[in-house]
């Protein structure tokens, strides 16, 4: 059994391959210290992953895991045939004349980095140490919060290098912080006034309005929403079922905006309360496109991080603008798939153990997540990041009685 400060170092290296990106996106230190990190933890962690293998080990959650990988990588190593001339068999008109793809090592590095994150909670609840991990992870979220909320105020949002990825970023990581807050009291068996929950919450929001992000601020509200009348959630929404009923929903979100955006009291919201235009910032022209290219590639997709360079390539727009949607274009058919198994198989793991109370804020962000998909790229590995989330365990099976949480 490793010691706590082997625990900790190792927690340190897990957050840095996945939840930073150090530098400008259009700069490559930030994946070359995500890889570097990656490299470390698996040279000290390497010999856990006999762990999955031990009859003990949940067989059906590591065959799903194993296929979510099989599925990216297959797609990332397909993704290295999609070239120009590729692209224009399929004549469409494209308003670029140049595809420039990530790099098909992207999603590989994104099928082991997902691996390592089950490999080593699986670990970590076999020696009771989750909150070690717990611990580690909101403080650097706090610390990466705090300088990179300094640095903005300082040179501009536009301008901020600490963290790659701009507003979007920024903001949601503030709004991670509040899950990790939670998992960090919750798998030390901390008793914490809801008040401080809101606090963080309250945080988020004031970022979002500063980055004037509105997907972050709905992120917000829906996890305000959550905390406000959580033994609702506790009991009714934070179910597979409920769930998968909603990101179906969430999905066919492309399909159905038309009709919902009429509705003069949604119209209200969107414009008013949002500060958005009627045309949600161009996203009705994107939905328009998505039926067309979506079946360009249904079974493998383009490759993961392509969503952005084929939407650019064919139509000069940023995504898809929805998270299944983008998914299905980057991972195909068979990677959605994946996804969602997996995600319902941790969280029936959730109900089987009886550990909704220790991981119901990761809940709250993974609700965030959906309902953010309907306008934005959230359903992707950050989803399947906190999915694994789900699967930390504290030293109790019940972190709060019912009144201490739920009052």
């Given at each position: 059994?490793?010691?706590?400060?082997?625990?900790?170092?190792?927690?340190?290296?897990?957050?840095?391959?996945?939840?930073?990106?150090?530098?400008d996106?259009?700069?490559?230190?930030?994946?070359?210290?995500?890889?570097?990190?990656?490299?470390?933890?698996?040279?000290?962690?390497?010999i856990?992953?006999?762990?999955?293998?031990?009859?003990?080990?949940?067989?059906?959650?590591?065959?799903?895991?194993?296929?979510?990988?099989?599925?990216?990588?297959?797609?990332?190593?397909?993704?290295?045939?999609i070239?120009?001339?590729?692209?224009?068999?399929?004549r469409?008109?494209?308003?670029?004349?140049?595809y420039?793809?990530?790099?098909?090592?992207?999603?590989?590095?994104?099928?082991?980095?997902?691996?390592?994150?089950?490999?080593?909670?699986?670990?970590?609840?076999?020696i009771?140490?989750?909150?070690?991990?717990?611990?580690?992870?909101?403080?650097?979220?706090?610390?990466?919060?705090?300088i990179?909320?300094?640095?903005?105020?300082?040179?501009?949002?536009?301008?901020?290098?600490i963290?790659?990825?701009?507003?979007?970023a920024?903001?949601?990581?503030?709004?991670?912080?509040?899950?990790?807050?939670?998992?960090?009291?919750?798998?030390?068996?901390?008793?914490?006034?809801?008040?401080?929950?809101?606090?963080?919450?309250?945080?988020?929001?004031?970022?979002?309005?500063?980055?004037?992000?509105?997907?972050?601020?709905?992120?917000?509200?829906?996890?305000?929403?959550?905390?406000?009348?959580?033994?609702?959630?506790?009991d009714?929404?934070?179910?597979?079922?409920?769930l998968?009923?909603?990101?179906?929903?969430?999905?066919?979100?492309?399909?159905?905006?038309?009709?919902?955006?009429?509705?003069?009291?949604?119209?209200?919201?969107?414009?008013?309360?949002?500060?958005?235009?009627?045309?949600?910032?161009?996203?009705?022209?994107?939905?328009?496109?998505?039926?067309?290219?979506?079946?360009?590639?249904?079974?493998?997709?383009?490759?993961?991080?392509?969503?952005?360079?084929?939407?650019?390539f064919?139509?000069?727009?940023?995504?898809?603008?929805?998270?299944?949607?983008?998914?299905?274009?980057?991972?195909?058919?068979?990677?959605?798939?994946?996804v969602?198994?997996?995600?319902?198989?941790?969280?029936?793991?959730?109900?089987?153990?009886?550990?909704?109370?220790?991981?119901?804020?990761v809940?709250?962000?993974?609700?965030?997540?959906?309902?953010?998909?309907?306008?934005?790229?959230?359903?992707?590995?950050?989803?399947?990041?906190?999915?694994?989330?789900?699967?930390?365990?504290?030293?109790?099976?019940?972190?709060?009685?019912?009144?201490?949480?739920?009052?």
């Amino acid at each position: 059994m490793i010691n706590d400060r082997k625990v900790i170092f190792l927690s340190i290296l897990l957050f840095h391959t996945f939840f930073v990106y150090i530098g400008d996106l259009g700069s490559v230190v930030g994946r070359v210290i995500q890889a570097v990190c990656l490299f470390f933890f698996i040279l000290n962690f390497n010999i856990r992953i006999k762990l999955w293998f031990k009859p003990s080990s949940n067989k059906k959650l590591f065959r799903l895991l194993l296929f979510y990988i099989a599925a990216i990588i297959v797609t990332s190593l397909l993704s290295r045939s999609i070239d120009l001339s590729y692209l224009r068999s399929f004549r469409i008109i494209s308003v670029k004349d140049e595809y420039t793809p990530a790099s098909y090592s992207m999603g590989i590095m994104t099928s082991i980095v997902v691996f390592m994150y089950f490999t080593f909670i699986e670990y970590l609840n076999t020696i009771n140490k989750t909150y070690l991990m717990a611990n580690v992870f909101y403080k650097l979220c706090l610390f990466y919060c705090i300088i990179s909320d300094l640095a903005s105020f300082a040179v501009g949002i536009d301008n901020l290098q600490i963290i790659g990825g701009g507003k979007f970023a920024l903001s949601y990581l503030h709004i991670f912080l509040v899950a990790f807050y939670y998992l960090r009291n919750s798998t030390s068996n901390r008793t914490v006034p809801i008040k401080k929950y809101y606090g963080y919450i309250l945080f988020a929001v004031v970022i979002s309005i500063y980055t004037e992000c509105t997907t972050a601020l709905m992120g917000c509200m829906i996890v305000a929403i959550v905390f406000m009348f959580r033994k609702f959630f506790h009991d009714k929404v934070f179910r597979p079922k409920v769930l998968l009923v909603l990101l179906a929903i969430c999905a066919l979100f492309p399909i159905l905006v038309t009709y919902i955006i009429d509705n003069p009291y949604v119209s209200y919201f969107i414009v008013e309360v949002l500060g958005e235009d009627h045309t949600l910032t161009g996203r009705l022209g994107i939905y328009e496109t998505l039926g067309e290219v979506m079946l360009l590639r249904p079974i493998w997709g383009f490759g993961v991080g392509n969503g952005h360079y084929i939407m650019a390539f064919l139509y000069g727009t940023a995504n898809a603008q929805n998270g299944v949607a983008n998914l299905i274009l980057e991972q195909g058919v068979l990677g959605l798939i994946s996804v969602i198994a997996l995600w319902i198989t941790c969280m029936n793991e959730v109900t089987h153990k009886n550990n909704m109370d220790t991981v119901f804020g990761v809940y709250a962000i993974i609700l965030a997540l959906i309902i953010m998909s309907m306008a934005e790229i959230t359903v992707d590995t950050r989803f399947v990041v906190f999915t694994s989330l789900l699967l930390l365990s504290s030293a109790r099976s019940k972190v709060y009685t019912k009144k201490q949480m739920l009052a």
